[in-house]
């Protein structure tokens, strides 16, 4: 698996760009839910998808092309970000996913863990399974965005 990025529209002259996402799942656990962040490395602040934070996570689709079957391609998205002041921002993408493995991991675990006696989950520190904890997260390289004036010559 590989998560991929790059700007495809902007300019050093805005604080908005668009990044185009690339996903790629080689193996053959399909993936059923995905959600994108970003993490800040250095710079200014940078939000995405209209103001969200770094470590913020959104679920981006294409609503033309993913609302038609129900079904999401995670394969490739639109990413918008924005700086909150000039200056050069450097930031990494991030996709947090769920696999059909993991997803069916989780359900046997919670099932166990429900079929518990309730004595064994209130007095032992068996925690009931969350499905977030079977989430898994992949990073891009890191990118950098510029905003800034030009100089009059």
């Known amino acids: 698996m590989n998560l991929q ?11 908005n760009d668009i990044l185009e996402v690339v996903f790629t799942n080689s193996s053959d656990d399909v993936v ?13 602040n940078v939000t995405h998808g209209g103001g969200g934070l770094p470590g913020e996570y ?4 294409d609503i033309n092309r993913d609302g038609v079957d ?4 995670y394969s490739k998205i639109s990413m918008p970000v924005a700086q ?3 200056g050069i921002s450097v930031i990494k993408v ?8 993991k997803s069916d991991e989780f ?5 166990e863990w429900f079929n518990r006696p309730m004595a064994e ?5 068996v925690t009931r399974p969350t499905i977030e904890d079977y989430y898994q997260e992949l990073k891009t390289g890191s990118i950098q965005l510029d905003w800034s004036d030009d100089a009059l010559i």
């Open 70 to 73: 129900g079904v999401i391609d």
């Open 107 to 111: 359900d046997t675990d919670y099932q």
């Open 94 to 101: 991030v996709i947090s996913f769920l696999s059909v493995s």
């Open 121 to 125: 989950k209130t007095t032992t520190l």
């Open 58 to 61: 959104l679920h981006y689709k």
């Open 5 to 15: 990025t790059k700007r495809i529209n902007g300019s050093a002259f805005t604080s």
């Open 84 to 86: 909150a002041s000039k």
């Open 32 to 44: 059923v839910s995905a959600i994108h962040s970003i993490e800040a490395v250095s710079g200014p």
